[in-house]
């Protein structure tokens, strides 16, 4: 296995990759150097992400550097230095302490990005509880089923999103013993108080607790893509993968400007939103403010963004528009782009790199591996399409599950389950009150994952779809992304999301929901050149044989394609869990 150095433009080459030559990394990694890379707590008190993320930088040559950049969303800017970020994120550890918070026990997010959201993660990491952040757009229902199942006894949210989602449910959590207002002068009663007369009152110093790396440390639910979210259970021990990801993957150098676009609400908003960046030591910028696609050009532009972390959706929603960004913005300061959340269509990629000059570099990962587990590096080709290399220390492998469990497929090209050896330290420790189902995610020493893919012979992934998705049409395994993939090729198409309709003669027929883009009229013509260009790239067998014309797809609020949803409607079946559908 022996990837081409890249082919496609990796931006200026300011700086050179922390991983020059992949073969070279993976055959010297070990965990044991991560690991030695990191400082530990004092007196061999253990390991804690907080500490590594925020008290080792203050106590060092980056105590004033500007760890969190704050676009607020009335325009108001905010820079935190890592000694800042330390001072409060110890007062929100006393303030949990003050309310007899101890080891183990939960602290749920209900807020907007705003600083106090990052002082109660990294608070509530030192105090060795445990962080469960929710995404602010959950209705009431959604919010309370997560507070009961996660055990939470503290939310921290602010008093329009308490009035509006949580002083309803309230009777039904009893576990719940106190509720923190980010914005409240005053504290309302005893259950209710206020957070920043509670910070201004607690003491700035705090002494992190002995942590043991198998400590839990963050509650995640997953994104309910495929039906009921589950509670993922992650350990202190993840930092492990969140420092070797952000080193070899995202690159950061220390006169980085990052920007994650994902909400803490998932979980690439806290690996990536808060915890990598901050262990590198960079400067992260955290806007308050929703998806605009000219705010976020004039983002990445006026603040000079130097790595940017994104999603296929936020990329397509930017890719419908006319025009040339960089005709209006000056991008010049950007040098890796990465996408996470879904598969990255080809076309996506090749479109950064004509209008953003930079191709795009997919990563798979899940709200189970903690962290991302293939990549595309920045020292390495891009094969558009493919979701990359897995990194130095991970194990990948394409499995068959038969009657003896999982068993590796050594040739190469052939699809199979998506599986890495179970032994990474961020992997899950458990779907929280739920063993069973985390039991059945293993097999032989494997992970199973529940997407499907394949390996060229290369060694690169390819992602053919998840598990469920899987269309099986006339003796073809169909995924729904290689036929959505082509479709979005058409200079019509903006987004399209396939599904298989049960049919007596074939099995299932492949059909597709597509949006198009402006300018562009749903009407039989245009159906019919689609279906024509689908059939060309394809194949009759392959291609879709039904198109429906939509103006949304449905999609959670992380932005990914319920394809069960679509599912679901056309066959007028119950729809299952709405909790996460965007509005
Ligand atoms: P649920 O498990 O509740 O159905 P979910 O799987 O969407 O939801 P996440 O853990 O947020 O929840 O998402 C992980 C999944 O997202 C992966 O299993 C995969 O299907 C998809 N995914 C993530 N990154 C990529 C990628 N680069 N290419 C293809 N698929 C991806
Ligand atoms: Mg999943």
């Known amino acids: 296995m022996n990837p081409p150095p890249d082919a496609y433009s990796s931006g200026p080459s300011r700086v050179p990759p922390n991983l020059p030559d992949y073969p070279a990394a993976r055959a010297a990694f070990s965990w044991n150097e991560v690991r030695a890379e990191l400082e530990g707590l004092p007196e061999g008190a253990g390991l804690n992400i907080a500490h590594e993320a925020v008290d080792r930088h203050a106590r060092g040559a980056r105590r004033d550097h500007v760890a969190i950049r704050w676009l607020g969303k009335d325009g108001g800017v905010r820079d935190i230095s890592y000694g800042e970020l330390s001072a409060a994120s110890n007062r929100f550890a006393n303030v949990l302490r003050g309310l007899d918070l101890g080891k183990g026990e939960r602290v749920f997010s209900l807020a907007q990005r705003v600083p106090e959201l990052y002082f109660a993660a990294l608070g509530t990491l030192k105090n060795t509880s445990v962080f469960c952040p929710l995404f602010p757009a959950f209705g009431p229902g959604p919010i309370q089923q997560r507070?009961?199942?996660?055990?939470?006894?503290?939310?921290?949210?602010?008093?329009?999103?308490?009035?509006?989602?949580?002083?309803?449910?309230?009777?039904?959590?009893?576990?719940?013993?106190?509720?923190?207002?980010?914005?409240?002068?005053?504290?309302?009663?005893?259950?209710?108080?206020?957070?920043?007369r509670l910070m201004a009152e607690a003491g700035e110093e705090f002494t992190i607790p002995p942590t043991d790396p198998e400590d839990m440390a963050l509650l995640h639910f997953t994104s309910g893509t495929t039906g009921m979210p589950k509670a993922a259970v992650h350990v202190h021990q993840a930092v492990l993968t969140h420092y070797a990801s952000?080193?070899?993957?995202?690159?950061?150098?220390?006169?980085?400007?990052?920007?994650?676009?994902?909400?803490?609400?998932?979980?690439?908003?806290?690996?990536?939103?808060?915890?990598?960046?901050?262990?590198h030591g960079v400067t992260m910028v955290v806007d308050e403010a929703d998806f605009d696609a000219e705010h976020w050009y004039r983002t990445l532009d006026e603040q000079r963004v130097t790595v940017w972390y994104t999603a296929p959706t936020a990329i397509r929603r930017l890719m419908r528009l006319p025009g040339n960004p960089r005709e209006q913005h000056d991008l010049g300061a950007l040098r890796l782009i990465l996408s996470v959340g879904e598969p990255l269509n080809p076309e996506a990629v090749l479109w950064g790199e004509r209008a953003l000059g930079l191709a795009i570099r997919d990563n798979w990962w899940q709200t189970e591996t903690g962290g991302i587990m293939i990549a595309n590096f920045p020292a390495c080709a891009?094969?558009?399409?493919?979701?990359?290399?897995?990194?130095?220390?991970?194990?990948?492998?394409?499995?068959?599950?038969?009657?003896?469990?999982?068993?590796?497929?050594?040739?190469p090209g052939v699809e199979g389950e998506l599986a890495l050896r179970a032994n990474w330290p961020s992997m899950f420790r458990g779907y929280l009150h739920d063993d069973e189902r985390y039991r059945k995610c293993f097999s032989n020493g494997w992970y199973l994952s529940g997407d499907l893919a394949k390996r060229d012979a290369d060694g690169y992934y390819w992602f053919v779809g998840?598990?469920?998705?899987?269309?099986?049409?006339?003796?073809?395994?169909?995924?729904?992304?290689?036929?959505?993939?082509?479709?979005?090729?058409?200079?019509?198409?903006?987004?399209?999301?396939?599904?298989?309709?049960?049919?007596?003669?074939?099995?299932?027929?492949v059909k597709a929901f597509v949006t198009l883009k402006d300018g562009h009229v749903p009407d039989e013509e245009t159906r019919r050149?689609?279906?024509?260009?689908?059939?060309?790239?394809?194949?009759?067998?392959?291609?879709?044989?039904?198109?429906?014309?939509?103006?949304?797809?449905?999609?959670?609020?992380?932005?990914?394609?319920?394809?069960?949803?679509?599912?679901?409607?056309?066959?007028?079946?119950?729809?299952?869990?709405?909790?996460?559908?965007?509005?």
């Open 529 to 583: 050149a689609i279906l024509g260009f689908a059939r060309k790239r394809l194949g009759s067998a392959v291609a879709p044989k039904e198109i429906e014309f939509t103006a949304n797809l449905p999609k959670t609020r992380s932005g990914k394609i319920m394809r069960r949803l679509l599912k679901a409607r056309e066959l007028g079946l119950p729809e299952g869990d709405l909790s996460t559908l965007e509005d």
């Open 246 to 279: 952000g080193r070899d993957v995202l690159d950061f150098h220390p006169d980085d400007i990052f920007w994650c676009t994902a909400d803490p609400g998932w979980v690439t908003g806290t690996s990536y939103g808060i915890i990598a960046p901050l262990l």
């Open 147 to 196: 507070l009961v199942r996660g055990n939470a006894r503290v939310l921290v949210t602010s008093a329009a999103l308490y009035q509006a989602k949580v002083a309803g449910i309230r009777p039904e959590l009893p576990e719940l013993q106190a509720v923190l207002l980010t914005d409240a002068p005053d504290h309302l009663d005893a259950g209710l108080l206020s957070l920043p």
């Open 382 to 411: 891009i094969r558009p399409g493919s979701m990359g290399l897995p990194l130095p220390g991970i194990e990948a492998a394409i499995v068959h599950v038969g009657e003896s469990g999982a068993e590796p497929i050594e040739e």
């Open 466 to 509: 998840r598990g469920d998705d899987i269309i099986k049409t006339a003796g073809h395994m169909v995924g729904p992304f290689e036929v959505e993939s082509a479709l979005m090729e058409h200079p019509a198409v903006a987004e399209a999301g396939v599904i298989g309709k049960p049919d007596p003669l074939i099995g299932q027929l």
